[in-house]
């Protein structure tokens, strides 16, 4: 029938095209005197655009498996690859030591992944101590002047929960979204004071404010500084797992990729946000959606350019994009 004849081609095309490419690497490597691995290593700087090459198809099976590998095990498994491709670590010192930092990128973003997707599975939970004290520190470090009245309270609306318990606005993200707001709040508390603050404000009305600020001051904010800082987290958190955030996070990690590189990514993207809000100056919270999914193809278009780290320094305060 044609549809076992289109199965046919299709198989002989495929098995063409992997034996032609397979003559073209011999060939390259009698030709150069490398392996594959060893061009995309030396022809390529530290960072994303190395390791999302190495990290792509497979170039080995013994490769394959090294991208799963505990983080110990990563510099026997590269003397492994080494003398499955005839590659002498004498006179290629380099060699290793590039490869062995890309495998640590990749097999620590692959560990961030699992990190991140278990926090944002642990359900806030009222009766568990730490929970409660990481909850009541939050409130310490936006209200540091307002005493909380109780537990249950119409105050935490000031901080831009929807009601009296935060406990039903952390449902999405779990103890995910409390983490990072919390990190937040300790790490860069004059820029989440700041936010906190303009959330609050129906109208810019200050002069004592950056330039950025300034120019944007009849612009409306109004927006709930902690929901926001929740659905801020549910970006980040689906940049991660989609495997968008491998460009910042090569760029930005020498090495293996942690929890703090992800709470500093989602500084900068709370202090972004709150920039992108106003330039658009939305008529009211209704508009929240919109705003966010275009936010969200702007960071995405950016995380495309293999150079690009998103934010390079600690502080959100002085974050850029930057093209390293």
């Not at 095990?73 to 003397?79: A, F, P, R, W, Y």
Request: one cysteine or more; aromatic letters at 10%; charged letters at 25%.
């Amino acid at each position: 029938s044609k549809h076992l004849l289109g199965i046919l081609v299709t198989f002989f095309v495929f098995l063409y095209c992997k034996c032609l490419w397979r003559g073209l690497k011999f060939v390259v490597r009698k030709f150069t005197g490398r392996c594959e691995l060893q061009r995309i290593c030396y022809n390529n700087k530290h960072g994303a655009r190395r390791t999302l090459k190495i990290g792509g198809p497979a170039h080995c099976c013994l490769l394959q498996s090294a991208l799963s590998v505990h983080p110990d095990k990563v510099e026997k498994t590269i003397d492994d690859i080494m003398a499955l491709k005839k590659i002498n670590p004498d006179t290629n010192p380099q060699l290793g030591i590039s490869l062995q930092a890309s495998l640590l990128q990749i097999v620590g973003y692959r560990s961030l992944v699992s990190e991140v997707e278990k926090l944002r599975r642990e359900p806030y939970d009222c009766d568990n101590t730490e929970h409660e004290e990481m909850l009541m520190k939050l409130w310490k470090e936006l209200r540091p002047d307002t005493p909380l009245t109780g537990r249950i309270s119409k105050q935490w609306c000031e901080i831009g929960f929807q009601g009296s318990d935060p406990k039903t606005d952390f449902r999405g993200m779990g103890l995910l979204g409390l983490h990072n707001l919390l990190y937040f709040a300790e790490h860069d508390k004059a820029t989440a004071l700041q936010m906190l603050h303009d959330s609050l404000q129906p109208k810019h009305n200050e002069v004592n404010k950056p330039e950025w600020e300034q120019k944007n001051m009849d612009k409306a904010i109004g927006y709930s500084f902690a929901i926001v800082g929740i659905n801020i987290t549910d970006l980040a958190y689906s940049l991660l797992v989609s495997g968008a955030l491998k460009t910042h996070l090569y760029n930005v990690a020498p090495e293996m990729p942690s929890l703090l590189h992800f709470q500093q990514t989602f500084c900068y993207l709370m202090q972004e946000f709150h920039r992108f809000w106003i330039e658009e100056d939305p008529s009211d919270i209704m508009e929240f959606n919109r705003v966010r999914s275009k936010f969200h193809r702007r960071i995405l278009r950016q995380l495309k350019n293999p150079d690009m780290a998103l934010c390079p320094h600690f502080s959100a305060s002085d974050l850029h994009l930057v093209n390293l």
